[in-house]
């Protein structure tokens, strides 16, 4: 069993940040980051909540698909930047989105999010006869974490929604999900104030650099050897499933962080660039909203359209990676 996706929906602040303004904080350069990332300008957030991204977004998402809220039996929200520990974000958009027959809970796999929540959503679809929709919404308001005197990271991130309204169909549909958690002092941002050198019967504490709670730190080389090698094994394995090659793949839809890492992943597969949906250079890396927010505005341009062969592929903390080959 597939999955439809019925509609999208996105949402992005309005407040602009362009390479050059990062001068005030670290530096740096526009060449640079161009060149190095491909990345221009990114949203910034403010002090717009997290749950209200997500909010604009998926009300966008129901008003494009008529789908009344009633009828939306799940929400799953991804974000690494929640408003709360808990309640989970997707409890405060089902609320807010007046969806009062959905159950809602929170998924964290990072910018792999949204490949994550919609092979979830379709396997809640797959065993619930009584389910119709699933709300996917990511929404990501990375700037709150980011330390600006970080001129490694701070460039690289922004903020941002997305969400998809999705429902059981017997369309062409498969996923491969993967993680690799030795690599979590790679990427990451602390939650609680656990000190690291209380002694547990693990080594996992020992290694992680020192960061200030909640400021995301990046290995950023470690992360791109991860990404190169994470993006093509997960299409070739999600392809593998249903005897799909890259060839019979309209478009690719890949984690948005690094230009040079997409072109890598191309240049693995053997598919062109022009088969690759690129937003970074104006979004920058949204996270787990950076798949969806691409996809959204292929889909708004008229550039993705119905019974087109996708492949989404994401990486990210965790350090975590999935791929989705799947007809829209
Ligand atoms: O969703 C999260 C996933 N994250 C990622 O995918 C990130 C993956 N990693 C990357 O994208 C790249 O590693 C970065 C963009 C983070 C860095 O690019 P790089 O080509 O690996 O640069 P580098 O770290 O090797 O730095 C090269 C030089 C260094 O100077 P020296 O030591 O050669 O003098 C850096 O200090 O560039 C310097 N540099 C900068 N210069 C100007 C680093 N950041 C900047 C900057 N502006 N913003």
């Known amino acids: 069993m597939g999955i439809n996706i019925l509609g999208m929906g996105s949402y992005v602040p309005e407040q602009k940040l362009t390479n050059d303004d990062f001068k005030r904080f670290v530096e740096t350069n526009d060449e640079w980051i161009r060149t190095r990332t491909g990345i221009v300008e990114r949203r910034m957030a403010g002090w717009e909540p997290t ?23 799940l929400v799953i929200s991804c974000s690494i930047t929640p408003d709360f520990l808990t309640p989970s974000m997707a409890s405060v958009i089902q609320y807010e989105i007046g969806a009062h027959n959905a159950a809602a809970f929170d998924l964290n796999a ?41 001129r490694t990271t701070c460039i690289l991130f922004g903020d941002g929604a997305a969400a998809a309204i999705v429902e059981k169909s017997d369309k062409l549909f498969s996923s491969h999900l993967g993680s690799d958690g030795s690599g979590a002092r790679m990427l990451f941002a602390r939650s609680l104030n656990v000190a690291p050198e209380v002694a547990t019967e693990s080594d996992f504490d020992s290694g992680f650099p020192e960061k200030p709670l909640h400021q995301l ?9 991860f990404a190169t090698h994470a993006l093509p094994k997960a299409f070739e394995i999600a392809a593998g499933k249903v005897g799909i090659t890259k060839d019979d793949i309209d478009y690719f839809i890949p984690h948005q962080a690094n230009l040079r890492i997409i072109e890598s992943a191309a240049k693995k597969l053997g598919v062109s660039m022009d088969k690759f949906i690129v937003a970074l250079d104006h979004f920058g890396n949204t996270s787990s909203a950076s798949i969806p927010l691409a996809m959204n505005e292929a889909v708004e341009n008229g550039v993705i359209k119905k019974g087109m062969k996708l492949a989404l592929i994401g990486f990210g903390a965790g350090l975590t990676y999935g791929g989705i080959v799947m007809e829209y």
């Open 217 to 225: 730190y990046q290995n950023g080389k470690e992360v791109y050897k």
């Open 110 to 150: 990072a910018c792999s999010g949204f490949v994550y929540a919609l092979d979830t959503a379709r396997r809640f679809l797959e065993t619930d006869d009584s389910l119709k929709y699933v709300l996917v919404v990511t929404n990501e308001a990375l700037s709150r974490f980011l330390d600006f005197k970080d």
């Open 51 to 73: 749950w209200y991204m997500g909010k604009q977004a998926s009300l966008q998402a129901i008003e494009r698909t008529g789908v009344d809220p009633d009828d939306i039996g």
